[in-house]
């Protein structure tokens, strides 16, 4: 197979800033910073289990979990009577209205997450739940819920009744990882996975204010992929995520997930490899490479391939236990960033026990293009101490912050290229289980970091779930 790597090693590149009038002087961005200024209570007794290393209302890939709209911040979780609850809140309150909206949780499996989304062009607020690899849950809000959050009470009466499809229309019998992104019109669309871990699909639907439309499929399962190991003929594409920057591309880090183990050193490691990005200017309906070249368009046979050349920007063999479903955003000039993470070379060519190697040794990595047009990888000189995930977030000053497990979180300054990433906060008192969900939309509305976590517990006993918020710089 032929692959063309993007990841350059050259340094960043820098230009020479223009001259000052005299007398003048330009202030310098503020470099990163957390201050916690509070901390919220959603549930004493929200639901806990563990299954694959996570927990059901903390799964990192969980996309808005956790939101901000119109002023207000939305929660979604279950409870320990696995009821599915949404709760809101205005910005700086410290108590929570929560509501439940007619859905419990059928299975002890922590890929059941809830996902929400905002339709701008009605006002509404949509969760889709409890899916994987089969049927889920949508439920939606009547039309104008968020416009008007001072003026609509917070009942059960302004949602309708859960759905097994959308609206009426039926997507996949195998769908996962729902999430809810909103195009720059203010349409919703809905990210998922059809099809099974090693052998699926990422496809698109479309809210338009009135009805949901399926795009369709946009990447492969099918094609061979040989590592010094052995070779693959199924897999699926994990998205890092999906989202669109200020100026409407629509951007996408992955990770492929191979079918066969045999491409494995070990039986214990995980068949994930490389991590590739693409883009799309036509709202998901056409896929291009870094170098602008085609590959792949959504709801035909051409769809983005294993096989596809100049996908990959950070090359990586399935032997180090690459995390799937990690993290990314945009800078404000539209360059796309990432976090990965894997077991680095140094502590060997082969991890035999993923969970294990991945917390003994494994180390989270910011992957960003960067101003000249080049990717650059820098390694976080934190160690993640867990199997799990790391959330990437950037100010508005470009600043990147990344959250690791356990709440612990550090940040790089942009001014000096994202080169100097040291830990800014241990996550000392929050007692996190492991992986957090981040508010993603509420950095760029009022620079606060809000993160929501749950209280380590044991066996299925409830704990607490909590929101605590950090100031950034202003």
């Not at 080169?419 to 492991?434: E, H």
Request: aromatic residues 10%; hydrophobic residues 35%.
């Amino acid at each position: 197979m032929r692959r063309r790597t993007l990841l350059a090693g050259a340094l960043l590149g820098t230009a020479a800033a223009p001259a000052l009038a005299a007398g003048t002087a330009r202030a310098a961005a503020p470099g990163p910073s957390v201050t916690r200024t509070g901390s919220t209570t959603l549930d004493n007794r929200a639901i806990y289990f563990v299954s694959y290393d996570g927990l059901v209302n903390n799964n990192s890939f969980q996309k808005n979990g956790l939101l901000t709209h119109e002023g207000h911040q939305y929660a979604a979780w279950y409870t320990a009577d696995r009821n599915a609850v949404v709760g809101r809140r205005a910005l700086g309150a410290s108590t929570w209205q929560t509501v439940r909206v007619g859905h419990t949780l059928r299975y002890d499996d922590s890929h059941n997450v809830i996902s929400m989304g905002v339709s701008r062009t009605d006002g509404r607020l949509h969760l889709n739940m409890d899916s994987h690899s089969d049927g889920f849950t949508y439920v939606k809000s009547v039309a104008g819920l968020l416009d008007d959050p001072t003026g609509l009470s917070w009942t059960a009466s302004r949602f309708g009744a859960p759905q097994s499809t959308l609206d009426g229309l039926a997507l996949t019998p195998q769908f996962t990882y729902p999430q809810f992104v909103a195009t720059p019109e203010g349409r919703l669309q809905l990210s998922y996975r059809a099809g099974v871990s090693g052998n699926g699909r990422n496809a698109l639907a479309e809210y338009d204010g009135s009805r949901w439309t399926a795009l369709g499929e946009w990447s492969a399962s099918t094609g061979t992929y040989t590592s010094e190991h052995g070779s693959s003929t199924a897999r699926n594409m994990y998205l890092h995520g999906i989202d669109y920057d200020r100026g409407g591309r629509l951007h996408a880090f992955f990770t492929w997930r191979e079918q066969n183990g045999a491409v494995m050193c070990s039986g214990g490691g995980i068949t994930n490899h490389d991590t590739g990005y693409v883009y799309s200017d036509d709202r998901g309906r056409t896929w291009r490479d870094d170098a602008g070249t085609v590959v792949g368009r959504t709801g035909t046979s051409d769809r983005v391939s294993v096989t596809d050349p100049g996908l990959v920007v950070d090359p990586l063999n399935p032997d180090h236990s690459l995390m799937n479903q990690e993290s990314q955003s945009t800078d404000s000039a539209g360059r796309p960033h990432a976090v990965i993470s894997y077991v680095p070379g140094r502590f060997g060519q082969c991890t035999t026990d993923y969970v294990a190697d991945r917390t003994a040794n494994g180390r989270a990595f910011h992957v960003r293009r960067t101003a000249a047009g080049t990717w650059r990888k820098t390694e976080i000189p934190v160690p993640l101490n867990s199997s799990q995930r790391t959330r990437l977030v950037l100010d508005r000053y470009d600043n990147a912050y990344a959250v690791f497990p356990y709440g612990r979180i550090a940040a790089a300054s942009a001014a000096l290229g994202h080169t100097d990433w040291k830990l800014l906060y241990d996550g000392a008192g929050l007692n996190a289980f492991g992986e957090v969900v981040v508010d993603e939309t509420r950095v760029a509305q009022d620079g606060v970091l809000s993160v929501m976590y749950q209280e380590k517990s044991t066996g299925t006993t409830p704990s607490p779930l909590h929101v605590v918020d950090f100031r950034l710089p202003a």
